[in-house]
Every structure is written in C-alpha cells, then in structure tokens.
C-alpha cells in the first residue's frame, strides 16, 4: 500500500469521521442515560401509545428486561446503521469517484505507485475507517456502561452484536466503494453509493412494520443482524458473518479487478 496516498486520506476526511464518530457516542450515551430497570414497564405503555407499524419499523418493539436487550432494541434495530452509513457513502465516494472526476486520479497513475497499489490502499482505508469508528465506539459504550450501570451489560453477547453489525458495515461499505470504482462521475457514484444503502433500510423498516411485509427481509442485507439470535441462535449469527464477508470480499474484490482494467479517461 502506499502510505502517502493512506495519509492523504486521513487528512481529507478527518474532520467528516471525528464529527460523525462523535455524534454516534453522544447519541449512545444519551440512550444509555434513559436505561432504567425500574421503569422499562412504563417505556412500553409509552410505545403503546404510538402506532404500532411505526414502532415496529423502528424495531422499538420489545425493550426486554435487561440492559444489553434496551440497547440491542433501541439502537440496533434501525438507529446503529444512520450515522455508520454516512460516514461509509461520504468517504467511499471521495476515494476514488472524486479523485477521477478531480483529475487527482492522473497525478496518482503519473507516480511509480501501481494501479494495484493505489486501489488496494483505497480499499484498507474504507475498511480502517469503519472499523476504528465502529471499534472506538463499542470501547467507549462498554466503559460508559460499566459505569453507569456496573455488571449490567452481558459484555459477551454486546462484542458478538457488534462484531456482526461491523462485518455488515465491510458488505454495506463494499457496496459505495464498487460504485466509486465503477463510476466514470460523481454523480452516478453518489447516486448508487446512497440509493441502495437507503433502500435495504426502508426494506428493513416495511418487513419489521407488518408480519405480511416479512419478504422484504429477504430483500435487504440488514436482515444478517438479528439481536434477538445473538440470544438463542448463534449459528444463524455465524452465518450471518459469513454471509457479510463474502459479500464484502466479492465487492472490494471485484473493485479491485475493474479498477485494474478500467479506462479512466485521464
């Protein structure tokens, strides 16, 4: 890889990935401050009092009796993929999309740096920058959940959760970085890199909505994050993570492979 190209990177999206980073464990620790075992009776007859489809949509529908249950409904039904999913379009966009549609994409291929090269360092650093956001924050939610609520956290069941949930960030993330590869402008990029990440979330929101809208589960890659299998189904999680990076080694893969082929026109 190369290393100059690795620390361009950073520094052209340092500020997108602090400021989306932050908001994530903000938002967490506000959710967490609202945890109380006493009163999770009283948070559902509140539900109770919202439309049902919506609830569910939102998969706010059972917040359990314990702690890793209040986060895995309240965050990881719908809310966990928001800010992860935007920091994904933004920086797989600009990883190659913007620098061929710039022309910064010449002065790269000008150097002794290989097509190879220049991709597969493009590929660990849509990979490193998920990973450490998705990896900082798990830390910073198990320490902050230590201390609010000490030994409540099943840490064990919360690593595995987040451990699919990152897999699915690579699959989700492979999806934006394919489109930058493939795409002759920006435009067409972005177009893909938001609409199908946007689509399996409103498929996910109608197939938890409605028992008869269950088929589009099958139609969005965020059916491979169950909370509730973490529980009671482990295999069915092992095949999930399986799934998720197959589906990212073949997208990085094949991005790879075009990106080595592909004329640039610059």
Known sequence: MSWALFKYNIKNNYFIWILLTSIFIFYFSIILTM???????????VLEMLPEA??????????????????????YGFLVFLFPIILSIIINHRL??????????????????SRTKIIITQMLFSLVSISVMFILYTLISIVFAQIMFPNELDIGKYLLLNLNTL????????????????????????????????LFLVFQMLGNADNKLSFF??????????????ENDIPFVIISIIVSLLIAAILYGLSIYIFRKKNLYV
Request: aromatic share 14%.
């Open 96 to 113: 190659v999309a913007v620098l061929t549609d710039k022309g910064s994409m010449a002065y790269l291929l000008a150097t002794p740096n």
């Open 217 to 230: 589960h099958g139609l969005t890659l965020f059916s491979l994050l169950n909370t509730e299998a973490i």
């Open 54 to 75: 919506m609830v569910k949509a939102l998969g706010f529908a059972d917040f359990g009796s314990t702690l890793y249950s209040y986060l895995a409904s309240y965050l």
């Open 167 to 198: 897999i699915l960030y690579f699959a989700i993330g492979g999806i934006g970085f394919f489109a930058s590869t493939i795409a002759n402008d920006t435009n067409f990029s972005l177009g893909i890199g938001v609409s199908v990440p946007v």
């Open 35 to 45: 945890y109380d075992p006493e009163s999770m009776k009283a948070l559902d007859e």
